[in-house]
């Protein structure tokens, strides 16, 4: 114990005495570790929400313009006569409108220089699980196409397919950007240390004459290095829920589907974050020491 309280407290003061070398590595791999963050939070997200519209069992029926009240009352007629339905909702071109505007906020402004409202009225449906989803859902859609006045038939499980490989090209770029923040953090790590090893070059000279080992003379380093990343990484997730905070939104709707409700990273993600700011930074100061002592060597 008395060891270990040595180390700390020459690490504590190896990053006091070279506070700003320390204070450009910790913002620089702060940035870093946010970017990733950054990442993980809009996977997450996009992928709860899919997840979710994609187990809503929701089915849009869109309709052609021009129907008579009558032509649409034939077809909400025929949809709740569907054993599967729970419930139908009509949606009207106007009603389509407002909904959409109340989706932008602030960016509604945008849909006032419309001559004409493009959108169509729909019947927006909730479906019973009754089966295979899929089968089921491929059913009530065919069923629904072939009615007259019907323009188009959408279930949210369409769009998952569409948006799949979308999500899939997230993840591939969140791999990459983070293994090359990985990368970068790394070599900062280790330059920072090997600076701050450099600063103490005649005390660690005077420390091997007097007996000591290469691990006693090490490991105030490798602790340095490990505070410098978990400490980043714990700044980066406070910035990272702090703006979570002032960005997050109660849910909304957007023609009775589930937009989106922001949620912070799940604690696994968390951990992870730490725990690979912890081992880059640990791997850094080992890299640092490693050439240190292999040049004193020669």
Not at 111 to 129: C, I, Q, R
Not at 139 to 166: A, M, N, T
Not at 253 to 271: H, N
């Amino acid at each position: 114990m008395r060891r270990i309280s040595y180390f700390v407290r020459q690490a504590i003061i190896n990053i006091r005495n070279n506070r700003l070398v320390h204070f450009i590595g910790l913002s620089t791999m702060v940035i870093s570790i946010l970017i990733l963050g950054a990442f993980a939070l809009l996977y997450v997200n996009v992928y709860g929400w899919l997840q979710n519209w994609g187990g809503s069992m929701r089915v849009s029926v869109y309709l052609r313009d021009g129907l008579s009240k009558g032509e649409v009352a034939q077809i909400e007629d025929f949809i709740k006569q569907q054993l599967e339905i729970e419930s139908c909702r009509y949606v009207s071109k106007a009603m389509a409108l407002e909904d959409l505007k109340q989706a932008l906020g602030p960016q509604s402004k945008l849909l006032s220089a419309l001559s004409t409202n493009p959108l169509p009225a729909s019947f927006e449906l909730e479906v019973k699980g009754l089966g295979d989803p899929q089968k089921q859902l491929t059913r009530l859609q065919e069923k629904l196409e072939k009615l007259p006045g019907v323009e188009e038939v959408q279930y949210s499980q369409v769009w998952i397919e569409r948006f799949k490989g979308l999500l899939d090209l997230v993840k591939i770029i969140g791999l990459v950007v983070g293994g090359l923040l990985a990368m970068g953090a790394l070599f900062i790590v280790t330059n920072t240390i090997k600076l701050t090893i450099y600063s103490r070059k005649e005390e660690i000279e005077i420390l091997k004459l007097v007996g000591a080992t290469d691990w006693f003379v090490k490991m105030p380093f490798l602790i340095e290095g490990m505070i410098q990343g978990v400490f980043s990484a714990a700044v980066a997730l406070v910035i990272l829920f702090g703006g979570y905070i002032l960005f997050s939104v109660k849910k909304t709707t957007f023609l009775s589907l589930a937009v989106l409700k922001i949620q912070f990273i799940p604690f696994p993600y968390v951990v992870a974050i730490l725990g690979l700011s912890l081992v880059v930074g640990v791997l850094g100061s080992l890299i640092a020491v490693g050439r240190f002592f292999e040049v004193a060597k020669d």
